[in-house]
């Protein structure tokens, strides 16, 4: 006999959760190589100005905090994407302020933690 290998509802938003916070992740990894290249051909520029040895200095500071953008990226990406799904899928969605004041929005569904999006 075949088993049956329809998934439960909420097994299948987690995996789609899963999904898209791995797509979310990547697409910061992304957004780094982009910042990247921004940088080395900032760094190429500078050097024909300023020297290589100040361009370095120039270049250094926002080279060390440009892997901070990966997980902002992937937390966007997540964010919009479930809001996407639950607007798709006619979910119900609750506004309200958290404590410390940002607006939280959280499908009642699904229960996806939309956390300062418009």
Known sequence: MAEDTKQSPESAEKLLRARIEGTGLWLGFLAFGAI???LYAARDHLSHRFGMSFADILVSIPAFFAIFIIFPVQRWHT???LRRYCAKHS???DEFTANDGRRVVMCKRCSAMLIGIS
């Open 36 to 38: 990247a290249a921004l």
């Open 91 to 93: 979910h119900v969605l």
């Open 79 to 81: 964010a919009f994407a």
